[in-house]
């Protein structure tokens, strides 16, 4: 089967950064995307990579090592309205997605 | 532009009964997915659509579960005989399909399913 981990939670402080990990395993790689899911609503796309590095976006950046089976996203200048679960999932085989549990981030002020 | 709309948002239903759901994709996507999220649990997939092809059942929990779309476009899925394990929030969401970030699935709001 496919395997994503991730932490279950972390808090952080407004104004702070904050790098939430992902790690893989699955039978094929086709790209690693990062979603944000606000209580109660739909996960909303963030970020994608397939090659190894750093894809920047405003304050969103995202980072991927394939021979590691690891990525991360990375917050910065944190808000309030940061507060979410960011889900990372790995696309493969026939255009499946395998999500993991996400990391419930809490910014405290 | 609209995005991926489903209804009904909310759907209380007694155990035993069958309940429908639905699905409208953005316009222009030929890929549509339905997932299932549990509380404190990941996005499940349960099937999966493109185009014309056959459609991907791998991810159906069992038999009671069943989904079509017609027209290439709007999608429903039925659940006979509910179970109050199937309580969940129940996902579609749609993509190009173009391969690279043209695969970024869009979700819609979701239906949250009680079963009592």
């Known amino acids: 089967g496919q395997n994503i981990d991730q932490p279950t939670e972390m808090t952080a402080t407004e104004g702070a950064i904050v790098q939430i990990n992902c790690t893989y395993q699955?039978?094929?790689?086709?790209?690693l995307f990062w979603y944000q899911q606000h209580a109660g609503e739909a996960p909303t796309f963030l970020s994608y990579?397939?090659?190894?590095g750093l894809e920047e976006k405003g304050r969103f950046s995202s980072f991927l090592s394939r021979s590691k089976g690891y990525s991360y996203l990375l917050l910065k200048e944190l808000q309030m309205k940061d507060s979410a679960s960011y889900l990372c999932?790995?696309?493969?085989?026939?255009?499946?997605?395998?999500f993991g549990k996400g990391n419930q981030v809490v910014v405290i002020p | 532009g609209a995005g991926v709309s489903q209804s009904p948002s909310n759907k209380v239903t007694e155990k035993g009964k069958d309940v429908e759901l639905r699905c409208d994709p953005i316009s222009g996507h030929t890929a549509l997915y339905w997932y299932r999220q549990s509380l404190g649990q990941g996005l499940e997939f349960l099937i999966y659509?493109?185009?014309?092809?056959?459609?991907?059942k791998s991810g159906l929990p069992s038999d009671r579960f069943s989904a079509e779309r017609t027209g290439g476009s709007v999608s429903t899925l039925t659940i006979q005989r509910t179970q109050q394990e199937d309580s969940a929030v129940y996902l579609c969401?749609?993509?190009?399909?173009?391969?690279?970030?043209?695969?970024?699935?869009?979700f819609g709001p979701g239906t949250r399913l009680t079963v009592l």
């Open positions: 990579n397939v090659l190894d």
């Open positions: 699955t039978s094929g790689f086709n790209g």
């Open positions: 999932a790995v696309l493969y085989g026939n255009n499946r997605l395998a």
């Open positions: 659509f493109q185009g014309n092809s056959a459609p991907d």
């Open positions: 969401a749609s993509s190009v399909h173009s391969g690279g970030e043209g695969d970024t699935q869009y």
